[in-house]
């Protein structure tokens, strides 16, 4: 009884004294901890009315759209609607953007690429690819819309490795992620896939001055899975690499049958020498597109091997190092491009696919970083460190680009991230400061909002030493890559100056203007809002007549936008101050339908309505009839 009196007593004296001594220490971490929350709030905090200091870019996925935030606020400011309708403001209503989409109503973006002059953002367009449907579109940054989809390209399925711009805006690449039998239309059994279907990697033309894209060239390759791409620079400009897994050309369960090797590649090709091989006439039409076949023209590719299965591969800021990153390795292989071309110039090569040479992993491989599990994707800083994403461990790794290629910090990110993107962190010039996890899991670090969660994106502080967690936010799905923009790079429009950015000659400019005009069963209409009506009032047509509506809002000041919406007719447009939009649509439904502004505008909001009037066919044809009776 005493011994067991005795052995609390001791048990007490000990927590007590391990009281004091923690206690102080406790109360120390606690404070520690609130100073850095403080901090980090104020390192995010940018007041009500002020701008944030770069503009964030982040693809939507299969949202088809990219989403514009503000960093370090993380504050959601825009949706450009790229690939899929958005009633918000009138895409894919309008007969330009309607044309634009074509058939599709959906596409999945996955790598935006700002245009770039001499490997740095100018920031004139972005350029975004649709993985499913295969096309890029361009988005002006003027104004903040899509003014142009290119494609379905020729002869690929899964435009994944895409929309990478080279370092002078001559091209946006482009890449078969399924190889297909080509050109489309082809009928080939899957069974004779090693044989009959074929891997592409190409580019898009991009015009410097106007950004408008045409036919580029395009590289036949053996059929594997290509993957990510990214553009050579500086030493390395004038080259295009692409990840590649399944070199084993497997069908079936491609997560058994295409991880059977040790190594994939990452394919190197020569667009300078691929513009000189086309212009010897050394292509093949496949398609409508010309196509190189690169097991027959020497020079302008070669395969690099890479650790299995890679995912993303990123070019070092000045251009020597190329970066693997094998998702099935713990690692990332670093490759450099003056070993890579002193290992062509002196045929160190270790076998071939299909022809082309594959050059000798020992000869070109100068580092295997040790980042951690499930590397996808690296970006860059401005103090010569690389920053990995490790999409297994849910980490982001530091590490120095150079001997001795040392992880030198790690941070947990939650959960999954895929991407990442610092601050102009793909350029020749990263400005480091910070970055952004594209994390593809958030489960439940929020309101909880049913069985799916959304992504989340994490900002991270890349200033100091130690990288810090800031702040989170919840993106709309799904952000692949993003890009990070310095504000003062963009030189965004305030309104569509008539007559300078409005040379549209069916605009009008006033009430007086405002008409509607009959030719056979067309219907055409010149219409314009300004606060607070819309002219004319009243359109009149017959049921079964084409009507056309050439709609102007004669705003002249920022944000001063009005709606135009029939109902029941579908339709929804939204032009900003001083645009000219056209709606153009079959008048079947007879009747009176409402049209009105569906953008609260002003005090007098409600009053900005007006009524298309529907003759039913069979008024219209007695009158008609009645017509012809009484001047015979
Ligand atoms: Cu890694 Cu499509 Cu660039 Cu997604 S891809 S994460
Ligand atoms: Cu115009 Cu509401």
Same mark, same amino acid.
């Given at each position: 009884?005493?011994?067991?009196?005795?052995?609390?007593?001791?048990?007490?004296?000990?927590?007590?004294?391990?009281?004091?001594?923690?206690?102080?220490?406790?109360?120390?971490?606690?404070?520690?901890? #609130?100073?850095?929350?403080?901090?980090?709030?104020?390192?995010?905090?940018?007041?009500?009315?002020?701008?944030?200091?770069?503009?964030?870019?982040?693809?939507?996925?299969?949202?088809?759209? $990219?989403?514009?935030?503000? $960093?370090?606020?993380?504050?959601?400011?825009?949706?450009?609607?790229?690939?899929?309708?958005?009633?918000?403001? /009138?895409?894919?209503?309008?007969?330009?953007?309607?044309?634009?989409?074509?058939?599709?109503?959906?596409?999945?973006?996955?790598?935006?690429?700002?245009?770039?002059?001499?490997?740095?953002?100018?920031?004139?367009?972005?350029?975004?690819?649709?993985?499913?449907?295969?096309?890029?579109?361009? !988005?002006?940054?003027?104004?903040?819309?899509?003014?142009?989809?290119?494609?379905? !390209?020729?002869?690929?399925? /899964?435009?994944?490795?895409?929309?990478?711009?080279?370092?002078?805006?001559?091209?946006?690449?482009?890449?078969?992620?399924?190889?297909?039998?080509?050109?489309?239309?082809?009928?080939?059994?899957?069974?004779?896939?090693?044989?009959?279907?074929?891997?592409?990697?190409?580019?898009?033309?991009?015009?410097?001055?106007?950004?408008?894209?045409?036919?580029?060239?395009?590289?036949?390759? @053996?059929?594997?899975?290509?993957?990510?791409?990214?553009?050579?620079?500086?030493?390395?400009?004038?080259?295009?690499?692409?990840?590649?897994?399944?070199?084993?050309?497997?069908?079936?369960?491609?997560?058994?049958?295409?991880?059977?090797?040790?190594?994939?590649?990452?394919?190197?090709?020569?667009?300078?020498?691929?513009?000189?091989?086309?212009?010897?006439?050394?292509?093949?039409?496949?398609?409508?597109?010309?196509?190189?076949?690169?097991?027959?023209?020497?020079?302008?590719?070669?395969?690099?091997?890479?650790?299995?299965?890679?995912?993303?591969?990123?070019?070092?800021?000045?251009?020597?190092?190329?970066?693997?990153?094998?998702?099935?390795?713990?690692?990332?292989?670093?490759?450099?491009?003056?070993?890579?071309?002193?290992?062509?110039?002196?045929?160190?090569?270790?076998?071939?696919?299909?022809?082309?040479?594959?050059?000798?992993?020992?000869?070109?491989?100068?580092?295997?970083?040790?980042? /951690?599990?499930?590397?996808?994707?690296?970006?860059?800083?401005?103090?010569?460190?690389?920053?990995?994403? +490790?999409?297994?461990?849910?980490?982001?790794?530091?590490? #120095?680009? /150079?001997?001795?290629?040392?992880?030198?910090?790690? !941070?947990?990110?939650?959960?999954?991230?895929?991407? +990442?993107?610092?601050?102009?962190?793909?350029?020749?010039?990263?400005?480091?400061?910070?970055?952004?996890?594209?994390?593809?899991?958030?489960?439940? #670090?929020?309101?909880?909002?049913?069985?799916?969660? @959304?992504?989340?994106?994490?900002?991270?502080?890349?200033?100091?030493?130690?990288?810090?967690?800031?702040?989170?936010?919840?993106?709309?799905?799904?952000?692949?890559?993003?890009?990070?923009?310095?504000?003062?790079?963009?030189?965004?429009?305030?309104?569509?100056?008539?007559?300078?950015?409005?040379?549209?000659?069916?605009?009008?400019?006033?009430?007086?203007?405002?008409?509607?005009? #009959?030719?056979?069963?067309?219907?055409?209409?010149?219409?314009?809002?300004?606060?607070?009506?819309?002219?004319?009032?009243?359109?009149?047509?017959?049921?079964?007549?084409?009507?056309?509506?050439?709609?102007?809002?004669?705003?002249?000041?920022?944000?001063?936008?009005?709606?135009?919406?029939?109902?029941?007719?579908?339709?929804?447009?939204?032009?900003?101050?001083?645009?000219?939009?056209?709606?153009?649509?079959?008048?079947?439904?007879?009747?009176?339908?409402?049209?009105?502004?569906?953008?609260?505008?002003?005090?007098?909001?409600?009053?900005?309505?007006?009524?298309?009037? $529907?003759?039913?066919?069979?008024?219209?044809?007695?009158?008609?009839?009645?017509?012809?009776?009484?001047?015979?």
């Amino acid at each position: 009884m005493v011994s067991k009196n005795l052995k609390f007593l001791w048990v007490m004296v000990f927590f007590l004294s391990a009281g004091l001594i923690f206690l102080p220490a406790c109360k120390k971490e606690g404070r520690k901890a #609130r100073s850095e929350i403080e901090e980090a709030a104020l390192k995010q905090y940018v007041p009500p009315g002020e701008w944030d200091e770069y503009y964030l870019f982040m693809s939507g996925g299969h949202s088809g759209q $990219v989403y514009v935030y503000g $960093v370090p606020s993380m504050r959601h400011i825009r949706t450009i609607p790229v690939f899929a309708p958005y009633p918000a403001t /009138g895409y894919g209503f309008d007969k330009e953007s309607k044309k634009m989409l074509g058939e599709f109503t959906w596409g999945d973006v996955h790598h935006p690429a700002p245009s770039e002059t001499n490997g740095e953002y100018d920031g004139r367009w972005l350029f975004v690819n649709d993985n499913a449907n295969n096309r890029i579109a361009r !988005i002006d940054l003027r104004t903040f819309k899509t003014v142009e989809i290119y494609g379905p !390209i020729p002869n690929i399925a /899964g435009d994944h490795g895409s929309a990478y711009i080279t370092p002078n805006t001559e091209y946006s690449l482009f890449a078969t992620r399924f190889s297909i039998p080509i050109p489309k239309g082809t009928y080939a059994p899957v069974e004779e896939y090693a044989t009959r279907y074929k891997g592409i990697v190409g580019a898009v033309k991009i015009d410097p001055q106007t950004g408008h894209m045409s036919e580029g060239w395009q590289v036949l390759l @053996p059929p594997f899975n290509y993957d990510l791409g990214d553009a050579g620079k500086k030493v390395s400009y004038g080259w295009a690499f692409w990840t590649c897994y399944n070199s084993e050309r497997a069908i079936g369960k491609l997560e058994v049958t295409a991880s059977q090797k040790e190594k994939d590649y990452i394919v190197a090709v020569n667009w300078k020498e691929v513009e000189k091989v086309i212009e010897q006439g050394k292509y093949e039409m496949i398609g409508g597109a010309k196509v190189v076949d690169a097991s027959k023209v020497t020079g302008i590719a070669y395969f690099i091997p890479c650790g299995k299965s890679p995912h993303g591969v990123d070019v070092s800021p000045s251009g020597e190092y190329i970066i693997g990153s094998g998702k099935l390795s713990p690692t990332v292989s670093v490759f450099s491009f003056s070993k890579f071309i002193k290992a062509i110039e002196n045929k160190d090569f270790e076998g071939e696919e299909d022809g082309i040479p594959v050059v000798k992993f020992e000869s070109v491989r100068v580092a295997e970083v040790p980042v /951690g599990l499930g590397p996808l994707h690296t970006q860059f800083d401005d103090k010569g460190f690389a920053y990995t994403s +490790l999409f297994v461990e849910s980490a982001v790794a530091k590490w #120095r680009v /150079g001997p001795p290629w040392d992880v030198v910090d790690k !941070i947990p990110v939650a959960y999954n991230i895929g991407h +990442l993107t610092a601050a102009h962190g793909d350029t020749v010039s990263p400005h480091g400061k910070w970055l952004v996890a594209c994390n593809k899991l958030s489960k439940g #670090r929020h309101l909880p909002v049913g069985p799916s969660q @959304p992504e989340s994106a994490q900002l991270i502080d890349i200033s100091g030493e130690k990288m810090k967690l800031i702040a989170e936010a919840y993106p709309e799905p799904e952000p692949h890559y993003a890009v990070m923009i310095k504000r003062d790079l963009l030189k965004p429009i305030e309104v569509y100056v008539r007559g300078v950015d409005n040379k549209d000659p069916n605009a009008i400019w006033s009430e007086a203007e405002a008409r509607q005009e #009959r030719k056979g069963n067309v219907v055409e209409v010149w219409a314009m809002v300004v606060r607070s009506y819309i002219a004319p009032y009243k359109i009149e047509c017959e049921q079964g007549d084409k009507v056309i509506i050439h709609l102007t809002n004669i705003e002249e000041m920022r944000d001063e936008i009005h709606g135009f919406a029939i109902c029941e007719y579908n339709i929804n447009v939204v032009p900003d101050p001083g645009e000219t939009v056209h709606i153009e649509f079959i008048a079947d439904k007879p009747g009176v339908f409402p049209y009105y502004c569906t953008n609260f505008c002003s005090a007098l909001h409600q009053e900005m309505q007006g009524y298309l009037v $529907v003759k039913p066919k069979r008024i219209a044809r007695m009158e008609k009839g009645l017509l012809a009776l009484w001047k015979p």
